[in-house]
């Protein structure tokens, strides 16, 4: 009897050998498989002011990468490393462009619009309302006036500044004893809007904005 056992025994581990073979060799084509196929995975966040928008990239994958870039329309942007995280400052609006690849050459490419940047000049209404005096209005829907920016340059390239400034209503009025002057308006993010006139241009307004500048004349009533 004790024969018989033992032969009984003996193909039951020989079946649970090839099992273990069996597991051992599905789990490492699995191991194969995951390595030759795994793409990098990232997350982008942002944050941005008027000037600037700071890029962070943060790699949420663990497989070791072959290479990085990132490009703003095309441009490289250079970058800095914390870890797993890649920080860029882009300082204008953009298609942002980032391509990983891993060392398995298996590849990720993400797009971001970058559209914060305030790349808009100040809208900027004006009407001489007599020789030598200029009033103008302003306004910017992205960033503030600077209001220490605003300045003029007369005929004679001498460098005004105004009379007088109302920041609660956004107007200016400068004084000037030249043919001509052009007045010059920024807004925190440094982008800065002109308008010009000449001492012909008394009964004209002017409205300067993004879409160009609209010229109006002004009614005058003619004495009886």
Known sequence: MADKNNVNEKPKKRKFSKLKYIIAFIFLNVIIFFAVTSQPH????????????EIRVTQKSFFPLQSFTMTLD???LSYTKNGNTYVATATKNGTLEVVATNLNTMSQTIYERIDNID???PTIFAQLVKKGVLNITFEDGHSDID???IYAIDSDDKKLKPEKIDKEE???TFEFDTYSIK???SDTAGNEGEVEFNN????QTKLVSSEGTEVNDIPVEESG
Not at 200 to 203: A, C, F
Request: negative net charge.
């Open 42 to 53: 990232f997350e982008i966040s942002t944050v941005a002011d008027s000037k600037s928008v």
């Open 170 to 172: 956004g107007r200016a």
């Open 200 to 203: 012909g241009e008394v009964n």
């Open 74 to 76: 095309d441009s490289p």
């Open 119 to 121: 790349s808009t000049s």
């Open 147 to 149: 209001y220490d920016s």
């Open 183 to 185: 007045a010059y308006v």
